[in-house]
């Protein structure tokens, strides 16, 4: 199975095994590097999690470069999070922002960037805010050298100078600096797999610990052999809150931004509005940001169809995923389509409403939605979506049950449990 799933560049793999000066190094270095749009191509996007071979060749290039190292016992006494660059919104500094907050206000994580994102992170952008960023971390380091085989040198003497305990590795996936220059200090690092339906440099590598934030990720790496973490994600919701419905009324709601509802899918988003919206009573409301050009695609879609628009509400963002379902008083959730959510999917699962995710039948298992927790209906096509509808809606004795109570009361704890250093229990156990 791990050989199906491998990105594999024989080649290229060879000539970071045969590099032997540092112009050669340099030369190899940024072939990887620059391999980061591939990861869209459609043999590789959710098709593909390993890069073996080169894997191997970065093992070799960190040996070349004479980076070795004793890192200390590993321990949350002094975290450092490493990863290429983070943003002002998204899934992938939000879990940086949750691991920093896990770790609670009396240790906070030192920040190292390689910047190897698109190279814009510069110090003197934080001179209006302490020079922190919004992680409030005990100090951030931004990698500046101007060649790779320099910069790899940079980082791991950032980590060997700051005498860190344990390293958070959550880089882009073709950071030949971040995975170079921590492989010495594998002993103490969580590969943190985020990059879960793209190959990625890495992820196969012998980490102290391997850690997947979404289950489709996880069961694919238990398949290969890693002996992976499921570490899930966070959650606001602490409990089920009681729900009744309304006789008559269905109230459905969606959240996530136009790129989720775009793409070469083999239906329109606006066609799964249609058939929701078709269903007597059932009013629709989207939370999060969706583009104009797709807002007058829904609502055209539904009135060709002779459905009232109104029924269809775009919200706008909201500060709270969970408040926002409370509030419109939602009876199901629909994932997101053709782009499935996790996060978002996982909050509503967790408030113990039934969800229904649409995903085309050919969609690759890494792209397709899994959670240990009951509770969802797959559909494929909008024609079947009344009778995902109905399976939906019959679940609620199930969410409303002790039993699902411990599994979501499992979930939750998961993520904290991982960044305490403890190894949440696997779900197949």
Request: include cysteine.
């Amino acid at each position: 199975m791990a050989d199906d799933l491998s990105f594999e560049l024989p080649e290229l793999a060879a000539e970071l095994m045969a590099a032997r000066t540092v112009e050669a190094l340099e030369a190899a270095l940024g072939k990887v590097a620059g391999l980061t749009p591939r990861i869209r191509e459609p043999q590789n996007f959710g098709h593909r999690l390993f890069t073996r071979g080169l894997d191997a060749g970065l093992e070799r290039v960190a040996r070349a470069l004479q980076l070795a190292a004793v890192p200390p016992p590993k321990s949350n006494a002094k975290v450092a999070i490493v990863a290429s660059q983070f943003y002002a919104t998204g899934g992938h500094t939000r879990v940086a922002r949750d691991v920093a907050d896990a770790l609670g206000p009396d240790n906070r994580p030192l920040v190292i960037l390689t910047n190897m994102g698109d190279g814009s992170v510069r110090y003197q952008g934080l001179l209006n805010s302490g020079l922190k960023t919004p992680f409030d971390e005990a100090a951030l380091l931004v990698a500046q050298a101007r060649t790779l085989v320099d910069r790899t040198i940079e980082l791991f003497m950032m980590l060997k100078a700051t005498g860190v305990s344990r390293i958070v590795l959550m880089c882009h996936p073709f950071d030949v600096v971040a995975i170079t220059a921590c492989w010495p200090f594998r002993e103490i690092v969580d590969f943190l797999h985020h990059a879960d339906h793209v190959p990625a440099l890495g992820a196969a590598m012998a980490w102290s610990t391997h850690a997947d934030l979404t289950y489709a990720c996880h069961k694919t790496c238990r398949a290969a052999g890693l002996e992976p973490i499921y570490a899930g994600m966070t959650s606001t919701v602490t409990e089920a809150p009681a729900h009744a419905r309304a006789p008559g009324r269905l109230r459905l709601a969606t959240c996530g931004d136009q790129r989720k509802y775009v793409g070469e899918g083999r239906f329109r988003w606006a066609d799964w509005a249609v058939a929701a919206l078709s269903l007597p009573g059932a009013e629709m409301r989207h939370i999060g940001v969706m583009s104009d050009d797709l807002q007058q695609e829904v609502h055209k879609a539904l009135a060709d169809a002779g459905v009232d628009p109104a029924r269809y509400v775009f919200a706008g963002m909201a500060p709270s995923l969970p408040a926002a379902l409370i509030e419109h008083g939602t009876d199901i959730y629909v994932g997101s389509y053709p782009f499935g959510g996790g996060k978002a999917n996982l909050e509503a699962m967790l408030m113990g409403l039934p969800m229904i995710a649409p995903a085309d039948a050919d969609l690759a298992n890494l792209l397709r939605f899994s959670l240990p927790l009951p509770g969802w209906v797959d559909v494929a096509e909008p024609k079947d979506f009344a009778r995902a509808v109905e399976e939906a809606l019959a679940l609620e004795p199930t969410l409303a049950s002790a039993e699902h109570a411990r599994l979501r009361a499992r979930e939750v704890e998961r993520f904290g449990r991982w960044v305490a250093g403890e190894r949440p229990e696997s779900p197949e156990a």
